[in-house]
């Protein structure tokens, strides 16, 4: 489940072709995780925040009335998590 809530993040966080800065794919990744090791460096309560998102957990969700996984709406709270999140 958790690997399908990952697709679903990072499938909204890539960036297009014309966001990419003409890198090739694997510049591209190791940029993104450069910049995910920096925002976790610098500030660790974002890696903190991004890791204890409650909604990927069944004991959280099942609670709902449709019990899915969601995490967009604690994920949107979190600045900058976009590399920190494309990165896992």
């Known amino acids: 489940m958790h690997t399908i809530v990952?697709?679903?993040?990072?499938?909204?966080?890539?960036?297009s072709i014309n966001q990419t800065n003409g890198l090739a794919p694997n510049e591209?990744?190791?940029?993104?995780?450069?910049?995910?090791?920096?925002?976790?460096?610098r500030n660790p309560e974002i890696l903190k925040a991004v890791h204890s998102a409650q909604g990927i957990r069944p004991s959280h969700y099942q609670k709902r009335r449709?019990?899915?996984?969601?995490?967009?709406?604690?994920?949107?709270?979190?600045?900058?998590?976009?590399?920190?999140l494309m990165s896992l």
């Open 66 to 84: 449709l019990p899915r996984p969601e995490v967009a709406r604690e994920l949107k709270r979190i600045p900058k998590a976009a590399p920190v």
């Open 28 to 41: 591209l990744i190791d940029s993104i995780h450069r910049e995910a090791l920096a925002i976790s460096h």
């Open 6 to 15: 990952t697709i679903a993040l990072l499938s909204l966080a890539t960036p």
